[in-house]
């Protein structure tokens, strides 16, 4: 369990909730980034995505998101966290699966 400013964060809670409501073929995708304590991550997200797993969700994929630029913040003794990782989670098969395709800009040959 986190702390957040007094409010308590039961994760495995969460989870096997989320797993509860969610459909057979429905999707989760859960966004989340690691604290730096001392120097190092905590490594929470990775956390976080194997409790859903043990709550019976499938891990789907692994999308890095890219955080707007925000300026300088913390320390020059470590890197800033300039993304977020969101798990893309199913219970089951997902009924829908639509995947982006890329396509030719239009002033390629």
Same mark, same amino acid.
């Given at each position: 369990?986190?702390?957040?400013?007094?409010?308590?964060?039961?994760?495995?809670?969460?989870?096997?909730?989320?797993?509860?409501?969610?459909?057979?073929?429905?999707?989760?995708? $859960?966004?989340?980034?690691?604290?730096?304590? !001392?120097?190092?991550?905590?490594?929470?997200?990775?956390?976080?995505?194997?409790?859903?797993?043990?709550?019976?969700?499938?891990?789907?994929?692994?999308?890095?998101?890219?955080?707007?630029?925000?300026?300088?913040?913390?320390?020059?003794?470590?890197? $800033?966290?300039?993304?977020?990782?969101?798990?893309?989670?199913?219970?089951?098969?997902?009924?829908?699966? !639509?995947?982006?395709?890329? @396509? @030719? !800009?239009? @002033?390629?040959?």
């Amino acid at each position: 369990m986190r702390d957040y400013h007094g409010y308590s964060f039961d994760m495995e809670a969460v989870a096997h909730e989320l797993f509860k409501v969610t459909k057979k073929g429905g999707i989760v995708v $859960w966004v989340v980034s690691d604290k730096t304590i !001392n120097g190092s991550e905590t490594g929470s997200s990775f956390k976080q995505a194997l409790t859903f797993m043990e709550a019976g969700f499938r891990l789907m994929d692994t999308i890095i998101f890219k955080k707007p630029p925000r300026g300088a913040s913390g320390n020059n003794r470590i890197y $800033w966290q300039g993304f977020e990782y969101m798990f893309v989670f199913s219970k089951g098969a997902p009924k829908t699966i !639509n995947l982006i395709r890329d @396509r @030719r !800009n239009k @002033r390629e040959p």
